[in-house]
């Protein structure tokens, strides 16, 4: 269900994204060593997307009231040599505030020790840590960190702030669909091998039931939250750096006087 519903959202891909995951400084070691066993990149690759199509829909919107503000008529819009240079001159700081505040995943080793450690005990983290260090734990954490990330997406993608083929996110759309698809075949296993009866076992178990839940709803929200704090400082952003716009309206106003 997971992947048809996938398939229907995310167009397929040709190029991937290498996301690189941000230093771990946890001083529960039972906390740390169960964050390592995760990769979210699935739900960052997400989060990029989002957030460069938000980052262009602010600048867009920025250029546009310049453009208003100073009468430079129907022809300043995208596709003009000089809106789209403009636009890129705006876009880059948005997009390096972006991965320092996203994509790094830098604020996540904090959120993540907080969650565990007011969701388990001790004794809990160590049978966790255990389970999910083996091959069919981890087989298992890959299906949590790819449910988190189709909670992130419902959230996104059909409450409609996911805008379909938005111009400019290209590349970030396509590096999301190889994300997906490969977080999709890496979580694969098979639930009649006897070697994999503990994984049975695990997501049969309270324990195990209790660790999905915490991480599919609990998780999904504090993504979800940061995700939109992040997207929600992009327009004021935008509107502060529109100054870098000025020698393209110069030049736009020259094209425009021959």
Sequence with gaps: ??????????????????IASAPLA???DKTEALYAIHDWKTSVALGNRYLKQQALVATRDALGRLG???SLGKAWKPGNLHFDAAEKAVVAPLLADVQREWTSRAWLPAEWERLAGESFS????????????????????KIIDHSVAF??????????????????TEAEQ??????????????????????????????????G?????????KLTGVINAHLDQVAAG???????????????VTNFRADAAR
């Excluded at 001790?122 to 954490?141: F, I, M, N, T």
């Excluded at 039931?209 to 709803?217: D, E, P, S, V």
């Design 1 to 18: 269900m997971i992947l048809r519903v996938a398939r229907l959202m995310f167009p397929a891909a040709l190029t991937a994204v290498l």
């Design 26 to 28: 946890m001083a529960n």
């Design 68 to 70: 208003r503000e100073q």
């Design 122 to 141: 001790e004794a809990e983290l160590d049978s966790l840590v255990a389970h999910l260090s083996s091959e069919v734990g981890r087989k298992q954490a």
């Design 151 to 168: 909670h992130v997406a419902g959230a996104y993608g059909m409450s409609g702030k996911l805008l379909q083929d938005y111009p400019g």
């Design 174 to 207: 396509k590096a999301l669909t190889y994300t997906w698809d490969e977080e999709d075949r890496e979580m694969r296993f098979s639930v009649d091998a006897i070697e994999n009866v503990e994984g049975q076992r695990f997501a049969l178990s309270p324990l």
């Design 209 to 217: 039931a209790k660790y999905q839940r915490t991480l599919i709803i």
């Design 234 to 248: 992009l327009p004021a952003k935008a509107a502060a750096g529109i100054a870098q716009a000025a020698p393209f």
